[in-house]
């Protein structure tokens, strides 16, 4: 069973997103200073599968691909609600024009023309008239059941299979698109829409992407971010003492919360400090929008990290 990651602290640190605090005089900011850096990381189980796919759709105008696109949104929406997605996670980005299919298209067909031959080439005359191609990104999500490893490497697996073999993308419809020439058609048999893009390591067009969620509270935030704090000030304390010297007044308190399992080394986030101080510009990045989150991509625990960076002026003395 997954246990959330619960941190008990007395410490109460508030305004501690993305807070920047610097010394109030010029004094204080010609003396020596000390630097901690704590991280924590809270792990959960997995609440969520989100995946996200571009769909597309053809008319043989701009107009006439919009009213395409519209329709196909209705329809995978019921299509959807039949594969078990929760109703009010479906969601479609704005549609934009894509022209990235049927230059790929093209350029397969070139390659493919030149081989056949000069016979061939005489009857390019036969290409159909080029369609326009609108595309929306559609996100959607599946609440999880699986309560160990086990139990949702099974569920996401099915879950995977399921959703890549509905082809909400609508691929196998723009694969009927292109030349009328019927020789061209059977050479061009098989070739997806998208798979130019493999020979650039990128994923098909039209692959859906697949991201692991859980949604992290308020209040383990604010513990988080209160241990964190402590971890940096104790380290900082640390070597302060090892100076022959203690902690003055705080100079400068930077934080940042990052969703995803790779890690955020303290020696990163110290040099990252330092960077900032030499470049008079120590500045705290942005929050995200939103509810914050637990992110991965394979079965297991996601987790959630914060990172606090804290800096003090040194004191005489211990």
Known sequence: MFRSVVIWTAVFVPCLTSALVQAQSAANAEKGTVSG????????????????????????????????????????????????????SIKFDEPEINTT??????????????????????????????????????TAE??????DTETLLVEVSQLKETITAADLAGIKDLDKLGSEDDELKEEMEGIEPGDNQNSQGQPPAGAPSFLLVSKVTAPDQANALAEAFRKAKEKAAGTAKAAGAGLGEL???????????????????????????QSGRAESPPEPDGPSEARGTQPG??????????????????
Do not use: C
């Open 37 to 88: 850096v704590g991280v924590v990381s809270v792990k959960r189980r997995p609440e969520v599968l989100r995946v996200k796919v571009e769909v597309f759709a053809a008319g043989k105008s701009i107009k006439a691909a919009i009213a395409n696109l519209k329709d196909r949104r209705e329809a995978i929406r019921r299509q959807l609600a039949t594969l078990g997605a929760v109703g009010e």
């Open 101 to 138: 299919l049927l230059e790929g298209r093209q350029r397969m067909e070139t390659m493919i023309r030149s081989r056949m031959g000069k016979a061939a080439k005489a009857d390019a005359k036969k290409a159909a008239a080029t369609p326009s191609i609108i595309s929306a990104t559609l």
């Open 142 to 147: 599946w609440s999880l059941k699986g309560a």
């Open 251 to 277: 100079r400068l308190l930077e934080s940042r919360m990052q969703s995803g399992t790779e890690e955020n080394s303290e020696e990163s986030a110290a040099a990252a400090y330092y960077r900032s101080v």
């Open 301 to 318: 625990a996601v987790s959630f990290r914060v990172t606090v960076t804290a800096a003090f002026v040194l004191k005489e003395g211990r």
